[in-house]
């Protein structure tokens, strides 16, 4: 299939650096593409580490006990989260990588939802990014769904979006931000009360 000129190229953007990706995404914006094949491929992430992989649990103590006993990780975080409907601890493993256990605290959660659906199981891959919102505004420019208009609080002061699992082959992206990162405040929609996009 023939690779159509993309929206950077013809408009005569270099997009080398990340930097210049971020500037160029708040000026580009391109039809949604029909499939990841079409998407403008010259814009790209600044993705710093994969920084957790989401795993689904229906309690999460049994969880940590199974990856801290015998899957051999270590505690370092944990805390609930009223905004996500969910309960949290992340596991540490050897070299710093790092599972994210998830449990519902509704039933009204979406991690509720997702277990009631698929079982318990892999739910999310986290994709640690220097700017939340740049690199909503890069992902936004290929056509691809964003789930929240800004970004939300996530685990340990973190600011966090989602990519439509649809757009990104069927695999839930989540984007992070660690805190102190860059200077960014959490929208004023993005508190319980608040809306979708
Ligand atoms: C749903 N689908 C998934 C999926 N969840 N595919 C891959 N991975 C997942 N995790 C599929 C589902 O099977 C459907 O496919 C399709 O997406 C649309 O389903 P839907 O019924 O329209 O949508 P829902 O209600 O299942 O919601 C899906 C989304 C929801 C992704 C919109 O889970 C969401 O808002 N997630 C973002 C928030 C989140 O996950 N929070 C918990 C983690 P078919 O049947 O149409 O083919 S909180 C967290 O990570 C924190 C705090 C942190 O990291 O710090």
Known sequence: ???RPCAAESSGWRLSRPGAAAIAAS????PPPA????MDLAV???????DHVGVAVADLDVAISLYTGPLG???????SNPEQEVDEAMIAFGDGATVQLIAPSSPESTIAKFIDRNGPGLQQLAFRVPDVVAAAEILRGTGMRLLYREPRPGSAGSLINFVHPKDTGGVLVELVQLPGAVAGTVDAETTPSGGTP
Do not use: F, S
């Not at 000026?27 to 391109?30: C, H, K, L, T």
């Not at 499939?35 to 079409?38: E, G, I, Q, S």
């Not at 990780?73 to 805390?79: A, D, N, P």
């Open 1 to 3: 299939m023939l690779r």
């Open 27 to 30: 000026r580009i914006r391109p």
């Open 35 to 38: 499939t990841v094949m079409d």
């Open 73 to 79: 990780g270590v505690l370092t975080h944990r805390e």
């Open 44 to 50: 790209g992430l600044e993705v710093l580490a994969i």
